[in-house]
T-cell receptor, first 115, second 109 residues
Framework: NAGVTQTPKFRVLKTGQSMTLLCAQDMNHEYMYWYRQDPGMGLRLIHYSVGEGTTAKGEVPDGYNVSRLKKQNFLLGLESAAPSQTSVYFC??????????????FGPGTRLTVL | QQPVQSPQAVILREGEDAVINCSSSKALYSVHWYRQKHGEAPVFLMI?????EQKGHDKISASFNEKKQQSSLYLTASQLSYSGTYFCGTEISDDKIIFGKGTRLHILP
């Protein structure tokens, strides 16, 4: 099992360019998440999905869009990149046990720089 | 909505104990603890559920006070491998986890 994988690992964009980050998991998890991590800010939730075809906003959704067309994949899109979106992006997946979310498995991260 | 962690940073000598606290202003379904080493992804440590159930690391303990919406992570007899940044994540509703800003722990030999 590969667990959670993210592509690409690194990317440099110019302001205004667009790109898509791909997250894939092979654990058959229902839930998937996108976080961004900036120094001193912790992990901030961008968007998440509780199942195929569903998405919801997190803490910092502005400037990002997501899609979950297949259960194993969760895509994060930046339509017009801004320097403020320079960050490390982590994807995670988990499953529900009873009423609560169980362990989150994180991908290795994507380091994005917007010039 | 982001939980508050304290302290922001801790420096210990190997073998010493530490407590990391996490508090929320909202009622919680669960509290999650993760550790992240520099340049790596966060790794699961523990989950504490309403009602007292726990799941996680056998060398790290934690508590969850549901009434006060607070959790504490206890690191006893710390080892060099414990160094890293510790994050608490709180689950309020809607199946999402909101993380705190983290507590940096540095263990000296």
């Amino acid at each position: 099992n590969a667990g959670v994988t993210q592509t690409p690992k690194f990317r440099v964009l110019k302001t205004g360019q667009s790109m898509t980050l791909l997250c894939a998991q092979d654990m058959n998890h229902e839930y998937m998440y996108w976080y961004r991590q900036d120094p001193g800010m912790g992990l901030r939730l961008i968007h998440y999905s509780v199942g195929e075809g569903t998405t919801a906003k997190g803490e910092v959704p502005d400037g990002y869009n997501v899609s979950r067309l297949k259960k194993q994949n969760f895509l994060l899109g930046l339509e017009s990149a801004a320097p403020s979106q320079t960050s490390v992006y982590f994807c995670a997946s988990s499953y529900l046990v009873g009423e609560t979310t169980d362990t989150q498995y994180f991908g290795p991260g994507t380091r994005l720089t917007v010039l | 909505q982001q939980p508050v962690q304290s302290p922001q940073a801790v420096i210990l000598r190997e073998g010493e104990d530490a407590v990391i606290n996490c508090s929320s202003s909202k009622a919680l379904y669960s509290v999650h603890w993760y550790r992240q080493k520099h340049g790596e992804a966060p790794v699961f440590l523990m989950i504490l559920l309403k009602g007292g159930e726990q799941k996680g690391h056998d060398k790290i303990s934690a508590s969850f006070n549901e009434k006060k919406q607070q959790s504490s992570l206890y690191l006893t007899a710390s080892q060099l491998s414990y160094s890293g940044t510790y994050f608490c994540g709180t689950e309020i509703s809607d199946d999402k986890i909101i993380f705190g800003k983290g507590t940096r722990l540095h263990i000296l030999p």
